[in-house]
């Protein structure tokens, strides 16, 4: 016979938490993050992990030619590339919920929405 145990008075209720993900969010490069980290996430990812074609001389990205600017398309690449899954958001990449191309802190100019926006859900 299964005995069940009754919740003593000093139990703690267990609590289910909901709440709603963002439709569209995006892993882009830390603000804070060293040049030199960035770089080793890009040359990480380009390293057979992501198509890194567009942020080479002449692809549709390279403009802004800055290492933020590189690695955050890299980094979304790869976060897009699996589905969104926090764990992809991976190096010196953060996850945001704002469009980064409006409120991307490097970009000079601004970020082309093509680039930090690909592939987003």
């Given at each position: 016979?299964?005995?069940h ?52 001389p ?14 955050s ?5 790869n ?43």
């Amino acid at each position: 016979m299964e005995q069940h145990r009754r919740p003593t008075a000093n139990a703690s209720p267990k609590f289910l938490l909901l709440f709603r993900v963002p439709a569209k969010t995006w892993c882009i490069a830390n603000p804070l993050a060293r040049p030199a980290a960035l770089q080793r996430d890009i040359d990480s990812l380009c390293n057979g992990i992501v198509d890194c074609s567009s942020i080479q001389p002449g692809g549709s990205c390279y403009n802004p030619n800055t290492v933020a600017d590189h690695a955050s398309v890299a980094l979304n690449l790869n976060y897009k590339n699996h589905q969104s899954q926090q764990q992809f958001c991976t190096g010196d990449g953060f996850i945001t919920v704002s469009n980064p191309c409006k409120n991307m802190v490097h970009s000079k100019p601004p970020c082309k929405p093509s680039c930090i926006t690909k592939g987003h859900r």
